[in-house]
């Protein structure tokens, strides 16, 4: 019985795709094939991230941001370099940031600020 | 209304009163007032993907009215016209179309302002900005589609500018946005440029009005709450702080949505059962139904987590026939035939407003909106966006000239091909995940608040995946989330856009003081 219904079914199916309307652009709307398939072969491996795996998810961001404003690859941002290079909050922070008062604060140094200062919103 | 979150703490109210006594003291525009300044501009901006604009014009239109909400004459600005994003070193990005709404008088530092983009990628911010919380909004009725064009448009007694200024932004390559040569629209098509334009040009906007110290609120709808993670995340790292973001209709991770790629669904739809029960329930098709739609809602819920989605996650694997109960079950949530179920177990929203009902579509943005196949409303195969997409647009070609006094020869663009061609690729994915942008700009200011909007009967954004996605923040994230009767612009109902006014209100004043 159920086995009829699913071929009735199918067939409907297939009948309803037929029905060829030109559908508007949906919001969000299908992304481009290709990222499509890209997105099919990492979601096999990968899930959605929580605690210690989404915190590293979001260093990733500002890692990113600091690599970014780090123009001339020392691995270190002194105030002004810092805030030019579009991390302004770092230069905001600065002092606090810059504990041993070097001048110049690493990626390892703002993360162990941050760490200092979580609060009950931090994504552990 | 369902509150799934304790409520923000510190109901601080914030000095309505007091910027109410000064708008008051200055006597309200009428729309006719003598400082107007109608402005025509003759730049020609194209919305293709190659176009490139010359010479930028940020000359503006300005127009004085007064609102009346709850007794009190508001008197207003409205500002519209192009502001230059510069990147940071000062060279010129893109040309950004916006609405400014200010209230006339207010102390700016303690006058919230709020960013407002809609999504696509692609479409300009004219939902937001003809429908929800503009001092003016167009009448719709929806989930009725009887409403005759022209839409009236109307005074907005739910709207926000009793609380916060109002700048509605469209994005690059939509509205009248468009990239400065040598840069094309396509430079910012993808997440990552198109939050970085935008950073840029909120930034410039709070320079060059001088509200670089009032409290900030960006507000994202579809796309937009993609978008506007991303952008908050950038916003915080350069050191402008964020007071709060606003969610309505949210897509916080493409790979966990499972309708939003091409064909069969590979993920698990559990995010979407609670909006195909309250589809069913509107229709009276839910057997499961008790007429108390929260407390049904909360049930399929439940259902969707303990036993759908394993049920869901194992059909994607063998596609074997599920217990008679389970279909059962299903069956009395969503009034959906068994025989339905059986051929595509993990449920996509396609299959879904196909099969509801015989010979009848079901709106994708509204799930009540229906239409008979073939009939008119049903021409796009999706009747919600083909009743109110045809009022918007006519209304923008006059709103602009007639009532915001900017003229173009250009056209607006409400959808553009943006989408055909956006790099959607974000931290390290194909498809974004802007959960861990929320993540760092947390990390970067605790004192971030998050409000999460939508509609119960929004079949593209649904309310569930929703509470899913931002579940893995942990339950300690400032995260406020409400979800009323309603689609996907959940703001058309007449009855949850009031809800939603007074819930923004609560929400502002909780995230809008003092650090």
Redesign the interface.
């Known amino acids: 019985m159920r086995t009829v219904l699913i071929v009735s079914t199918i067939v409907s199916l297939l009948a309803a795709a037929t029905v060829a309307r030109a559908t508007p652009h949906l919001d969000p709307g299908k992304p481009p094939a290709s990222a499509q398939q890209a997105a099919q072969a990492e979601t096999r491996t990968r899930r959605a991230s929580v605690g210690a795996t989404l915190d590293s998810d979001a260093e990733r961001h500002l890692r990113a941001s600091f690599e970014a404003a780090d123009t001339a690859h020392h691995g270190t941002l002194s105030r002004e370099e810092a805030q030019a290079g579009g991390f302004g909050w770092i230069a905001n922070h600065f002092d606090a940031i810059d504990t041993q008062h070097m001048g110049r604060v690493s990626f390892d140094d703002v993360k162990r600020y941050l760490n200092l200062h979580r609060s009950g919103a931090s994504t552990k | 209304m369902l509150t799934f979150q304790p409520a923000l703490r510190g109901a601080r109210r914030i000095a309505a009163s007091a910027v109410l006594a000064a708008v008051a003291s200055c006597g309200g525009g009428d729309g006719g007032s003598t400082d107007s300044t109608r402005y025509v501009d003759a730049n020609h901006y194209s919305m293709a993907a190659g176009a490139s604009l010359a010479t930028p014009n940020e000359t503006t239109s300005v127009t004085h009215r007064a609102l009346t909400l709850g007794g009190t004459a508001i008197a207003y600005t409205a500002t519209a016209g192009h502001l230059t994003a510069l990147d940071?070193s000062q060279a010129a990005e893109a040309s950004i179309f916006y609405v400014a709404y200010t209230a006339d008088g207010a102390a700016a530092a303690a006058r919230p302002v709020t960013f407002f983009f809609?999504?696509?990628?692609?479409?300009a911010t004219i939902w937001l900005h003809l429908g929800s919380f503009a001092p003016r909004r167009l009448v719709t009725g929806v989930p009725a589609t009887t409403q005759a064009l022209p839409f009236p448009y109307v005074d907005n007694v739910d709207s926000l500018i009793d609380t916060s200024d109002l700048v509605f932004v469209d994005a690059v390559g939509t509205g009248l946005s468009e990239a400065i040569a040598p840069h094309t629209n396509q430079t910012y098509w993808g997440v990552d440029a198109d939050a970085g334009v935008l950073r840029d040009f909120v930034q410039r906007w709070l320079a060059v009005n001088g509200r670089t110290a009032s409290p900030l609120f960006l507000f994202g709808e579809?796309?937009g709450t993609?978008r506007v993670p991303v952008l908050t995340?950038l916003l915080?790292?350069?050191?402008?702080r964020v007071n709060g973001v606003v969610e309505l209709s949210s897509?916080l991770?493409?790979?966990?949505?499972c309708s939003?790629?091409?064909g069969a669904p590979?993920?698990s739809c559990a995010g979407f059962l609670p909006s195909y029960a309250a589809v069913g329930s509107y229709y009276d098709l839910a057997s499961a139904a008790t007429g108390n739609l929260d407390a049904d809602l909360a049930t399929v819920r439940s259902y969707a987590d303990a036993t759908y989605d394993p049920d869901a996650i194992a059909w994607l694997g063998n596609h074997a026939?599920l217990p008679d109960s389970h279909i059962a079950a299903l069956v009395a949530f969503t009034g959906l035939?068994?025989?339905?179920w059986?051929?595509?177990f993990d449920m996509d929203f396609d299959?879904f407003r196909?099969?509801l009902i015989a010979n009848t579509t079901l709106g994708?943005y509204d799930g009540r909106v229906s239409a008979p196949?073939g009939s008119a409303l049903?021409?796009?195969?999706?009747p919600s966006?083909?009743f109110a997409?045809p009022g918007f647009e006519a209304a923008i070609r006059t709103v602009l000239p007639n009532d915001l006094g900017f003229t173009t020869p250009s056209t607006y663009v409400l959808?553009s091909d943006a989408?055909?061609?956006?790099d959607?690729?974000h931290?390290?994915?194909?498809?974004p995940?802007v959960?861990?942008?929320l993540?760092?700009a947390?990390?970067?200011d605790?004192s971030?608040k998050i409000l999460f909007l939508g509609g119960e009967h929004d079949l593209?954004?649904p309310f569930h995946q929703t509470e899913l996605?931002i579940a893995?923040?942990?339950s300690?994230?400032?995260v406020a989330l409400h979800f009323h009767p309603g689609g996907?612009m959940t703001y058309l109902d007449d009855g949850s856009r009031p809800l939603m006014k007074a819930e923004l209100v609560a929400f502002y004043a909780s995230a809008s003081g003092a650090r």
Do not use: K, M
């Open positions: 940071a809609n999504g696509g990628p692609g479409s579809s796309y993609t995340r915080e790292t350069a050191g402008r897509i991770d493409y790979n966990s949505n939003v790629a091409s590979t993920v026939l035939p068994a025989a339905v059986d051929a595509q299959t196909h099969h994708v196949v049903d021409a796009q195969d999706e966006n083909t997409e959808s989408i055909d061609t956006w959607f690729s931290g390290g994915r194909a498809l995940d959960v861990p942008d993540g760092a947390l990390s970067l605790p971030l593209i954004t996605d893995r923040l942990g300690a994230a400032p996907h």
